[in-house]
Every structure is written in C-alpha cells, then in structure tokens.
C-alpha cells in the first residue's frame, strides 16, 4: 500500500513540500497550527507568491490527495513518515536558532502516535537537533508506537522552489538505519530514477550540510563584497574582476554578484545560527569566519547608503529618494531580512523623503515598513527624485530606458546597489552612476559575457 505522509508546518517549505508530493502521487495531510493560513489552504490560496504553487495546490485539493488540518490526533492516525518543515527563526536574544516550533511540533505529535512511523526532519537546525528530538519523541510516545528519526535537508530557493523540489540537485538523507533509507528511497522514487545523486549520511552530516552549503553561499558573496571595498580603494571595477576569476571552474561565475549583500528568511539566519553553533561546540574557526561574512553583508547596506549620500552631496535630509526594489531579491514577494528595505529605512532616518517602489513585494514592504512611502509603479518613484537607488534587481528595472527615466527625475543621478544596470547606456544617457566596487564604472573587459 503507497505510504500515506503528513507535513508538519506549512510555511513556504512545507506548503512546497506537501504539493510536490500530492504531486508524485501520495496522499498528503498538511498541519499547521494557524488556523487562518489551513483555511486559506483549503481554499486552494497559497499565502505568498512562488510561481506554480497556486496550480499544484488547487489540483491537489481537487484530487483529494492534499489535504489540511490543525489536528495533531487526525496526523498521528493518518501518516507513516511525518516530514517536519516547521521554521526555525533566528532568537530573540541572539544568533542561535530558536527551535520552539521544531519542540512544540515535537511534543504534540509524540502523544497521538499509534504505530511506528518515520519522522523525517527538513527544517534547517542546530547539528545535534536530530538526535535530540529522536529523545524527545521516545520519551513521549505510547508504548508500541516508536518514532524513528531521521534528517532530510532541503535546498529550494525562493521563486523556483517548486522545481527546485521536483527536480533537486541532490538528495541528502541523514538516517539510523536502512529501514529508514529505504523509505525515503521509497518517497523519492521519480528523482533517484531520473539520476539524482542520492547521499545517505548520518544525521549530523545531514544537519550541517543545509548550514554549511548556505553558509558557503553567503562567504561567496561577502568574499566579493570585501573585495569590492579594495577595488574602490585601488580604483579597480568588481563587476570585471568577478567575470575574470569566474572563468576558473573551480571558482565559477555564480553568487560573485557585489552590491547591497545577502537577505531573506535564510542566509543571514543561517549563517548566524552555524557560527553560534560551531561556537557552542567549541569550533573557533568556523565561528570567526561566519561572523565576519555576516559584518562584511551588513557593512554593504551601509556602503549603499553612504553612495546614496555622496549622490546628492553629502547630506540626505529633505532630499527626494527613489528606491527601486523591496524584495530581498527578484521574483519573490518576500521582504524578510531585506538589503532593500533596510537600506530604504536607513535613509529615511536619515530625513530623505523616500518612495518604494517593488512590482510585488509592496504590500509586506507596507507591513514591514510602515513608516515607509511605498508607490504603486516606477514613475511614481522617480518623478521628481534628485537620486534613484537601485536595491533590488527586477527586470523591469534593468530593462527600464534610462533616457525616459532622466526626462522624469529632478536629477539624474542613480545608485545602481545591485551592480545590475548597464552602466555606460545609462552615463550616454545622461546619468551620474554610483555602484559598489565600481569607482570609475570603466566598460567592462571586451570577451565572452558571464
Ligand atoms: C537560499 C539558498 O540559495 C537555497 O539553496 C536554500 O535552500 C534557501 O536559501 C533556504 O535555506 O531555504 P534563497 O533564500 O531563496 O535561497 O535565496 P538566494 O537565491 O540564495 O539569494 C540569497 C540572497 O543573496 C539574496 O538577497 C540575493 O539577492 C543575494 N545574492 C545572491 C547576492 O547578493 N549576490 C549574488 O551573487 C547572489
């Protein structure tokens, strides 16, 4: 008989998760403790934007095969793997990861288990959370109901997280034993038959592996950002020097991208919880590598306001400032942790009298931002701006005419924080251009693009 699997948490992991399951073919059951978002749910509306989640989610409520609750009773009699997606934001009170959801969903599955069953971790924790919640589950379950854990981390990215989820790039599974293996084998049949590199690990690689394949992520990032700080210095241009040692493999084009720095529900979190970690368990290096691509991200934001700044001459305060972008990146809704934002606020603090405007992002800008102007489209933003910044790089703006823009700004001078405009069109046109590790903004080395 197929196995029947339940998701707990359905935030935008689990909400994913639980589709793309229906999807391959099993009945699902969702949980979350919010009852608004499961009714919301149950009418077939995805609380965030992620293209092609809507679709998968109304299919399968149609189908029959994704189903909602918020009754821990109905999951534990229903499930035979329970997949744990619920979120592990970072402590009110510091860097570590606060794993209240992960123990609560702990604590109410354990009771209203019947039969053993596998509870398989997703969620991006602590390395050592596996084989504490496995206790934790012991010490809760009825007699003849043992639950088995194991730790299945997830590498989605925003805005292709569905395909992401179908097709992976790889298949991580932390296990105790090869009852275990076999059922995860088992869920993800259609990918290991598509060739998917599947790594069988033990829980605690598993556990660090989401950590440290992010926490790579971000030192890629912060690496070209510090470098960017030289070529301002040398009077060098980042945008050629990132292209140059891409081409080396092992180096490779990808997330050497200078500007306002890393955002979202993710990298900065987890970067801060791996370096709390390591720290906890003693691991000095890691820690003091962390915590400097953690001051050179957020020095970046603040490079960005400085070069807003210095574009309308050193002073912000009663000035016109459009900002362009408020998602953490292009092709979300998603403004948690957002470079955008923070940099937006920063400058408003500082007297500028500031408009967003971001194609989808405004109305959790709105939320998250309330003492923000936020306008409904790009011209709104710019007319009359004396400086326009550039913080997240939609392609709207990228493909904006910057001879149109200039006849609608008071001054044509733009902060391109994303390093994403194609300079020399917008300096032929008129422009003042200001970016991060681009003192000179030279045309870039003639030769084979990115
Ligand atoms: C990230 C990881 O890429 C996923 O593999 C992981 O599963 C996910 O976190 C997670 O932990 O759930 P995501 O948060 O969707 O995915 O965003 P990314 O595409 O990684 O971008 C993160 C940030 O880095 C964005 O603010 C982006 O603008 C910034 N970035 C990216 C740069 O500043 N420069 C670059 O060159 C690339």
Request: glycine letters at 10%; charged letters at 25%; hydrophobic letters at 45%.
């Amino acid at each position: 008989m197929a196995l029947k699997l339940s998701v707990l948490g359905v935030g935008y992991l689990g909400v994913t998760h639980a589709a793309c399951l229906a999807q391959l073919g099993f009945e699902v059951l969702g949980l979350d403790v919010d009852r608004h978002r499961i009714d919301r749910l149950r009418a077939g509306e995805v609380p965030f934007h992620e293209p092609g989640l809507d679709e998968l989610v109304r299919t399968h409520c149609r189908t029959g095969r994704l189903r909602f609750t918020t009754d821990y009773a109905e999951v534990g009699a229903f499930a035979d793997v329970h997949f744990l997606t619920v979120g592990t934001p970072q402590a009110a009170d510091g860097d570590r990861a606060d794993l209240r959801f992960v123990d609560a969903a702990a604590d109410a599955l354990a009771p209203r288990l019947s039969r053993p069953c596998l509870v398989v971790g997703k969620s991006t924790v602590p390395v050592g959370t596996a084989a504490r919640l496995a206790a934790r589950l012991a010490a809760r379950t009825p007699a003849g109901a043992r639950a088995e854990v194991a730790w299945n981390p997830e590498f989605l990215r925003e805005g292709t997280a569905v395909t992401d989820t179908l097709r992976p790039d790889r298949i991580v599974v932390g296990v105790a034993s090869a009852r275990a293996e076999g059922l995860l084998r088992e869920i993800y049949a259609p990918a290991l038959e598509a060739g998917t590199p599947f790594l069988v690990t033990d829980l605690a690689t598993a556990e660090l592996a989401k950590v440290a394949a992010n926490s790579f992520l971000a030192m890629k990032i912060s690496f070209i950002n510090a470098v960017s700080e030289v070529c301002e210095a040398a009077g060098a241009d980042v945008l050629a020097l990132a292209r140059v040692i891409g081409h080396d493999a092992r180096i490779g084009h990808r997330f050497l991208g200078a500007g306002v720095g890393f955002g979202g529900g993710c990298l900065p979190k987890d970067v801060r919880a791996f370096r709390a970690r390591a720290e906890e368990l003693g691991c000095t290096a890691v820690g003091t590598l962390l915590g400097e691509v953690d001051q050179v991200n957020l020095r970046s934001r603040r490079r960005v306001v400085e070069l807003a700044r210095e574009s309308v001459g050193g002073d912000l305060a009663g000035r016109r400032v459009a900002v362009l972008g408020a998602a953490f990146k292009p092709g979300t809704d998603d403004v948690r942790d957002s470079p955008a934002l923070d940099v937006a606020s920063a400058v408003s603090r500082e007297g500028a009298k500031v408009a967003v405007y971001d194609p989808m992002a405004a109305a959790n800008g709105r939320r998250a931002r309330p003492d923000l102007e936020f306008v409904d489209s790009m011209r709104s933003a710019v007319t009359g701006a004396e400086t326009v910044l550039l913080l997240t790089e939609w392609e709207e703006f990228r493909r904006a005419d910057p001879a149109e823009l200039a006849r609608w700004v008071s001054v044509a001078s733009v902060v391109d924080g994303r390093n994403a405009l194609d300079h020399v069109a917008w300096s032929a046109a008129g422009w003042t251009v200001r970016a991060p590790g681009r003192p000179g903004f030279p045309p870039l080395l003639s030769g084979p693009a990115a």
